[in-house]
């Protein structure tokens, strides 16, 4: 098996003891170690062996702790085949199997020699990429592009995923022939620059009507389990989409009672014909409402985003990923004195969150103390939130947390934009609620009897509120706005004559060896990267993945190359590639 199939292997498994917070127990410098590769070619059954003797009471032979042991303890085992397990290094699952955790787990290095501990670092891996085959083919055939670390979303199974929808997906999500004047498309409100939100506070329809609420950023809602600020029974991703399309309160696109013209102009584009046909192939009436929102929803699971430069720093790929500035800024977010990570916590940092595999999902609404008006109802009267639905006062300016991903391209902010930038909405909560002194919603939302537990009034310096500042923006993902799989088909390709000036951090030079396109990678002797990585030069050669196959069409053994570089999880990861020169022949 070629290194990149062990890479991508090994990728997709890994946890063993982690705070609150999702992040390891095990010190920093476990993060460094690296497997000596001194293990046996029999590997597998010394592993099985040891683990059977000294890890399957507690954690089970499956690895998902669900023994008698592991429920009598205070603190439950492990479940090793967790999609967390992802998130931490072969080196820390080393040292907690020779340190132990605690009173939590013994340590093995007298039990284990060096290479016996290796092999077990393995055995846990091969646990969670079993588990996550399972977990795979639950959801249909499509390819996911996961980010180090994050599980795989729920699918219906009335809609499993295929490369096809997604692309037939990603057309409707751009086409202006949704909307009955032609003037909007779910791109309009959902800008790929802005992480898939918009720039105004309150959405604008196809007809001019100005919305009471924000369009909310879709990168990640695929984690959703509710899709609205207030609404708890929106669930689902393809009933969600008929709601601009065909909704008249507020009109978004507008096309409600025009679901036979809809079909008519999507029939009469040629490129759909061949689209709906590859993404429904064993339907007769394939141009279906029912088969657009399938679509529709089935591209909008696929904006999936979590490689922000806070990424890269927690995983440990680049410790100085993040400011010093902005890693003080951590530790003020998740500090019980600010409170912000008990509705802004986990791995997509918000409170509400589903995925594959968790047992009951989280949904939660909020007061923060926006408004408190005089009268029945405190907040304003198109604005309630929760209690829309509910009509239980203590409901009453309940809405969901967002994520806070991404959140410095996200302005501005709250549920009907009425907080305008970051300095404002940290403001806002060191306040512990907006006072507004005149006007229509005038009120102390200090004082609003449903205002949340955790908004409440914090001190903090000037110097400390500039580093929670850098700390929020180090939650924004630069591809975002430059993934190809998530940009405009209707657009023609951009050319250049010359190649545009690399940006990325680290630049790699190198030759090329060998290509390997149907699997997306690339294998390369290269000069040193300062500050990065060591050279490796011939005869020696290394593996790197890239962002996008379709850079590598074209590259052939000799050719000089240059290409931004960057780790992601245990991937060394290519971009941007330019020829820079063909070696010639003596």
């Known amino acids: 098996m070629r290194a990149v199939l062990f890479i991508i292997i090994v990728a997709s498994c890994s946890l063993m003891g982690h705070d609150a917070h999702g992040r390891a127990n095990a010190p920093q410098e476990a993060r460094r170690l690296k497997n000596p590769g001194n293990t046996s070619p029999q590997w597998k059954e010394s592993a099985q062996r040891n683990y059977s003797r000294y890890c399957a009471s507690c954690h089970g032979e499956d690895g998902k702790a669900r023994t008698s042991v592991a429920g009598k303890m205070p603190v439950r085992p492990t479940d090793l085949t967790n999609y967390l397990m992802e998130s931490m290094k072969e080196g820390e699952i080393y040292w907690v199997v020779a340190h132990g955790i605690d009173q939590r787990m013994p340590a093995f290095s007298q039990q284990l020699n060096e290479a016996e501990r290796w092999e077990l670092v393995l055995w846990v891996r091969e646990l969670r990429h079993h588990q996550s085959l399972m977990e795979k083919a639950q959801l249909g055939p499509y390819q996911w592009k996961l980010p180090p670390g994050f599980p795989y979303p729920k699918v219906p199974s009335d809609n499993l995923m295929t490369a096809e929808k997604v692309e037939l997906g990603r057309h409707l999500f751009y086409d202006k022939r949704l909307s009955l004047n032609q003037t909007q498309s779910c791109a309009t409100c959902h800008q790929a620059s802005r992480a898939f939100a918009d720039q105004r506070g309150r959405g604008i329809g196809s007809t001019g009507e100005v919305h009471p609420r924000g369009p909310m950023s879709l990168i990640n809602v695929a984690y959703s389990p509710v899709l609205t600020w207030g609404n708890p029974n929106m669930r689902k991703l393809e009933d969600q989409a008929l709601v601009p399309m065909f909704g008249d309160h507020p009109v978004e696109l507008g096309m409600v009672g025009k679901e036979d013209l809809l079909v008519k102009r999507l029939s009469g584009q040629p490129r759909y014909g061949r689209l709906f046909k590859e993404a429904f192939p064993s339907e007769t009436s394939q141009i279906t409402i029912s088969n657009i929102t399938k679509a529709i929803a089935s591209f909008e699971r696929t904006l999936l985003a979590g490689e922000s430069p806070y990424d890269v720093y927690r995983r440990g790929d680049d410790p100085g990923a993040i400011s010093d500035s902005a890693k003080r800024g951590e530790a003020l977010f998740f500090s019980e004195r600010l409170e912000c990570f008990h509705c802004h916590g986990g791995f997509n940092l918000t409170g509400s969150v589903d995925y594959l595999g968790k047992g009951m ?226």
């Open 361 to 586: 999902a989280e949904v939660e609404f909020h007061n923060t103390g926006l408004y408190n008006l005089a009268g029945k109802l405190s907040y304003p009267s198109a604005n309630t939130g929760l209690y829309e639905f509910t009509q239980q006062e203590d409901d009453i300016g309940k809405f969901k947390a967002p994520t806070l991903r991404n959140i410095a391209l996200t302005a501005p902010y709250m549920h009907d934009g009425s907080v305008k930038t970051l300095e404002d909405a940290i403001e806002h909560y060191r306040l512990g609620g907006r006072k507004i002194l005149a006007g229509p919603h005038a009120g102390n939302g200090f004082e609003n009897p449903n205002k949340s537990e955790f908004v409440k009034s914090f001190e903090i310096s000037a110097s400390e509120k500039q580093d929670l500042l850098a700390f929020l923006r180090s939650l924004s993902d630069p591809t975002i706005a430059t993934n190809p799989d998530w940009q405009d088909p209707w657009q023609p390709a951009i050319v250049t004559q010359r190649p545009v000036p690399l940006q990325p951090k680290y630049i790699i030079h190198g030759e090329v060896v060998r290509v390997y396109e149907e699997d997306g990678a690339i294998s390369l002797h290269h000069d040193e990267v300062p500050g990065f990585m060591n050279a490796m030069l011939s005869p020696q050669a290394m593996e790197f993945v890239v962002t996008d196959k379709k850079s590598l069409a074209g590259l052939k053994p000799g050719m000089r190359i240059a290409a931004g570089v960057r780790k992601r999880g245990s991937d060394y990861l290519l971009e941007q590639i330019q020829v820079q020169r063909t070696r010639t022949k003596k």
